[in-house]
């Protein structure tokens, strides 16, 4: 599906909440005073620290939160002033979260790219002060007569608004009078009080005294694309490979790999990353299964990037040439498909940069040049840049790079270890491109401590792997998937892959193929954006012994597939993958991370959550709920009662509704409460969608 969410539509916005704009006059303070006088704290979006502007993605539910109260018993209200990029204003109402802490909050989904601008403004809502009290005291008999002028007074205030409706104006000026009038009985009286018609002309045009005014902050909304995508990586080279009679490999190219695409556009992916397509180094090149000794033909690691063909702006020979390449980005384009680069800043011994650049590179007492390392791996036919030998020179060579695929037709990139790299060089370069090209995306390949991956996500990386491979049992993926959704969700965005060429799970290795049915689903649901490595469909799981990572690594030799054949025979799992990726497209609330809801199952190994949009923040203008419930457990049966807070969705507790599992198409009544079995060896994940209410 192209990307086509940089159109910027009538109203930059939807909202639920969004009432007229208006000026505001802010409370005066005196000069030493900072707190307004009706507190203002905790702003959400926000990111720690308050140094790094908070994203969003065109489409994305945002909630804007904040902490609000005032001194005694008067009620108030609070709202949401926004700037789109295009300078319209609007103005969104935030409800009351009722959590004890004073909390309120609005959704706003925002529909145009760039910097918008944001503050909170807090007031005395007259009319809800009044009207808590005269429903107390008239329905008492107390200060009935003074509860009835006052409300007679507020009302008149209100009419002297000159942008307020006539119509509103007119049913104002009937109940002030009926509450003046002696001949209108108390009840009566009390029934204005109560008047649901009179409650919302102040629910959308309220009374505001004291209103106070909170900083203005900055929100940053980025293409969708930024935030929601399916991801398949493949290595070109494999695409199209053909093995001789003497065992000798030719190796496919951009135009072999080419022909694999419709198959990825069917089943559904939208994004297809690339690893490094450039020359690759013939020192130290490393053989089959990362072994130190290489034969003739072996094609080495795709990261041991650069030799005499030349480094980063240069495409492997054997690919093609740079017009191919070029031809290969437009196939991907006209099959909905956006092609990542990768972009891994380190170079093979036998890279230009080595030679004309041997301060970028760590020089050991001995005089050789370090290699890289992460214990107990070793990569002996890769250096690591020295970012502090020549950072100017680095920056710029790293910059010319980026620009040079840009040009290419590439504006999405994924990081290669960007943890081991300065966080200020990261901040920098992203700040420069995203300032050129606005749609460029940057992915974090930061399988690293939570301190350096979140530091990634707030210095402008628009995208992160994270630890999800290693979530696998229910109490970790409630706890994982909750943070990422409520805790990061101002600034990390996941990319939830299910495998690497580096990464093979032992719950991959030894769950058979539940389990890859297992993670694929969780993955597609519980975030907007997740990935898929090639061979996954094939259900890849023996691995090389003592690591966790495929035996016959594709990052050292081709690999050879018969894609058709397993799906022809039913032996691949590219029709779940196309059914999971269609009910992505499908279901709006699936392309949001910050709607999951984590529920309840009496069993250790059934995880229950849901993904509710409502309608007025929906593109489809209906809301949209999906149910997963997943039996993590890919050796067993699970039985059990899954326990569902319904008002998630707005359906009552014990009320009855449909829903239709989108793997089987079944159908079935539910409530907050219901039965479930989940095979592992036949459907281990229900994936329903809340059709209807009764």
Same mark, same amino acid.
């Given at each position: ?30 000069? $030493?005073?900072?707190? &307004? ?5 905790? @702003?959400?979006? %926000? ?10 993605? /065109? ?24 700037? %789109?990029?295009?300078?319209?204003? #609007? ?6 979260? $009722? ?10 989904? @925002? ?10 403004? %807090? ?43 006539? +119509? ?15 001949? *209108? ?7 204005? /009080? ?36 399916s991801w398949y990586e493949f290595f070109p080279r494999s695409e199209g490979a053909t093995r ?69 702006? +240069?495409?492997? @020979? ?39 650049? &041997? ?62 790299? &300065? ?40 995208? #992160? ?29 996941? $990319?939830?892959?299910?495998? *690497? ?12 193929? @539940? ?16 990935? =898929? ?102 050796? %067993? ?8 807070? *319904? ?15 989108? =793997? ?31």
């Amino acid at each position: 599906m192209a990307d086509t969410t940089t159109l910027t539509p009538e109203l930059p916005w939807r909202s639920a909440a969004s009432i007229p704009v208006r000026p505001v006059k802010p409370t005066p303070t005196s000069r $030493n005073v900072v707190t &307004p006088r009706i507190p203002l704290a905790l @702003p959400h979006p %926000s990111v720690p620290g308050g140094r790094f502007r908070p994203s969003a993605f /065109v489409g994305e539910a945002v909630p804007f939160t904040v902490t609000a109260f005032r001194e005694g018993h008067d009620l108030i209200g609070v709202h949401v002033r926004l700037f %789109s990029p295009s300078g319209d204003e #609007s103005l969104h109402r935030l409800s009351p979260l $009722n959590d004890g802490f004073d909390r309120w909050s609005a959704l706003v989904v @925002p529909l145009e790219q760039g910097v918008w601008r944001f503050r909170f403004e %807090s007031y005395a809502d007259d009319f809800a002060t009044w009207e808590h009290a005269a429903d107390l005291k008239i329905a008492a008999g107390v200060d009935v007569a003074v509860m009835r002028e006052m409300g007679a007074q507020l009302f008149d205030r209100a009419r002297g608004e000159k942008k307020r409706p006539g +119509s509103d104006k007119d049913v104002l000026y009937d109940a002030a009078r009926a509450l003046r009038d002696p001949d *209108t009985h108390d009840d009566v009286a009390l029934d204005i /009080v109560r008047d649901p018609a009179i409650a919302a002309l102040f629910h959308a045009r309220p009374l505001m005294g004291l209103v106070s005014v909170g900083r203005d902050a900055e929100l940053l909304v980025e293409r969708t694309r930024a935030g929601v995508g399916s991801w398949y990586e493949f290595f070109p080279r494999s695409e199209g490979a053909t093995r001789a009679e003497d065992g000798s490999v030719v190796s496919g190219t951009f135009r072999t790999a080419a022909e694999r695409l419709p198959a990825v556009a069917a089943m559904g992916f939208d994004v297809l990353y690339l690893p490094p397509i450039h020359p690759i180094g013939q020192t130290n090149r490393k053989g089959p299964n990362n072994t130190l000794v290489t034969q003739p033909g072996d094609p080495g690691s795709p990261w041991a990037i650069g030799g005499a063909a030349g480094g980063h702006d +240069s495409v492997h @020979p054997d690919l093609g040439t740079l017009d191919d390449f070029r031809a290969f980005v437009a196939a991907a384009r006209e099959n909905d498909i956006e092609v990542a680069l990768d972009l891994a800043l380190q170079a093979s011994p036998d890279h230009p940069w080595v030679t004309e650049h &041997p301060e970028w590179f760590t020089t050991l007492p001995d005089g050789s040049i370090a290699f890289a390392e992460n214990p107990p791996k070793k990569y002996q036919d890769i250096y690591p840049v020295n970012f502090d030998n020549d950072p100017d020179g680095i920056r710029a060579e790293v910059l010319r790079i980026v620009r040079h695929w840009i040009a290419q037709g590439v504006k999405i990139f994924r990081v290669d270890n960007p943890h081991t790299k &300065p966080l200020q060089f990261w901040e920098w370069l992203i700040a420069t491109v995203s300032a050129e090209e606005p749609d460029a995306v940057f992915l974090a390949e930061a399988f690293t401590r939570p301190a350096p991956l979140q530091g990634l996500a707030m210095a402008g990386f628009q995208q #992160s792997y994270t630890y999800f491979t290693w979530r696998n049992t229910k109490e970790e993926l409630e706890e994982f998937l909750s943070g990422l959704a409520h805790e990061t969700d101002d600034f990390l965005r996941p $990319n939830l892959f299910v495998n *690497t060429p580096d990464i093979l799970t032992e719950y991959l290795q030894f769950g058979g193929r @539940p389990a890859y049915k297992i993670r694929a689903a969780i993955a597609a649901t519980a975030a907007p954006t997740y990935g =898929v490595y090639a061979g996954y469909e094939l259900y890849e799981n023996v691995a090389r012994p003592g690591a966790e990572e495929n035996i016959d690594n594709e990052k050292f030799e081709y690999k050879f597939r018969d894609w058709a054949g397993a799906e022809a025979a039913g032996d691949s799992l590219a029709p779940y993958l196309r059914m999971l990726n269609e009910a992505r497209r499908a279901h709006p609330a699936l392309g949001q991370l910050r709607d999951l809801s984590v529920h309840w199952s009496d069993d250790d190994a059934i995880l229950v959550y849901s993904k509710h949009l409502d309608a007025a923040l929906s593109p489809t203008g209906e809301s949209d709920t999906i149910i997963v419930i997943a039996n993590v457990d890919p050796h %067993s049966t699970r039985e059990s009662t899954v326990h569902l807070d *319904t008002t998630v969705w707005g359906v009552e507790p014990g009320t009855s509704y449909d829903v239709e599992d989108l =793997v089987t198409g079944q159908v079935w009544t539910w409530a907050d409460h219901n039965f479930v079995r989940l095979d592992a060896f036949t459907e281990p994940v229900h994936i329903l969608h809340v059709k209807e209410n009764r």
